[in-house]
């Protein structure tokens, strides 16, 4: 299973501080979420923020777009270092046509779906995703309460993964904790985003090791 910390809820004046100590823990990505004010009622952070983190990041960037018409910016987003590129379902007209403009610029292509979307909805671009980024709060703000039917969702979405054969693999985006982190995974999950467990925990490299043993509490 893969752990993405979110820079969401890290300390913007102490971003460097707060990557190397990604850095240095057990996570595998870093989670990065892009909010313009019109998807989602909030503004997170752009280009030169990215940027400034790709400078120091040792682990692949997992940005999450939470903007309108994404595709304007998939190679913007390239160059700024994005590794995969998650845009969302409900902003997307032509969504097959902007999964492959980002394979086509080298990222991994992901698709982000709000609590409301079904995931049947994904069928007929299943095999072009490699990753899902199932929203388990409203998207917008970290620190908020995961939403129960999450669970019913990934086991729906397991289901279509391997009735279409793709590789896909599904993440889980909002109010992950200690607590559901084990029933997450054992339900379907792939990867777990986690920003305010993480990052107002009292030691977050402790929590990103507990959150990666998960899988181990999933089994009993
Ligand atoms: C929410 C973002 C999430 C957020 C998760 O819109 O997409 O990635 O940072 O934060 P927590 O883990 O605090 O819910
Ligand atoms: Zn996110």
């Not at 902003?91 to 609590?115: D, F, S, W, Y």
């Amino acid at each position: 299973m893969i752990v993405a910390p979110s820079i969401l809820s890290a300390d913007f004046a102490n971003l460097q501080r707060d990557v190397e100590m990604i850095n240095r823990s057990t996570a595998d990505w870093f989670h990065v979420d892009v909010m313009d004010g019109v998807f989602v009622p909030n503004i997170s952070f752009g280009f030169p923020v990215i940027r400034a983190i790709k400078k120091h990041v040792q682990k692949p960037m997992d940005v999450h777009l939470m903007i309108v018409q994404p595709e304007r910016f998939i190679k913007d987003f390239k160059d700024a270092g994005a590794d995969h590129l998650s845009v969302h379902y409900e902003a997307c007209t032509h969504l097959h046509r902007t999964l492959q403009e980002i394979k086509k610029h080298g990222m991994k292509a992901g698709v982000a779906i709000n609590p409301h979307t079904s995931v049947s909805l994904l069928e007929d671009v299943l095999p072009l995703i490699d990753i899902v980024c199932m929203m388990s709060v409203n998207p917008g703000f970290g620190g908020q309460k995961f939403i129960e039917g999450t669970y019913k969702k990934i086991k729906e979405l397991r289901l279509l993964i391997s009735k279409v054969n793709s590789k896909t693999l599904i993440e889980i985006d909002g109010g992950v904790d200690l607590t559901n982190a084990p029933l997450l995974l054992k339900v379907g999950a792939d990867i777990l985003v986690a920003g305010n467990t993480i990052f107002s925990s009292d030691d977050p490299m402790e929590t990103i090791a507990i959150l990666k043993q998960s899988k181990l509490a999933s089994n009993v």
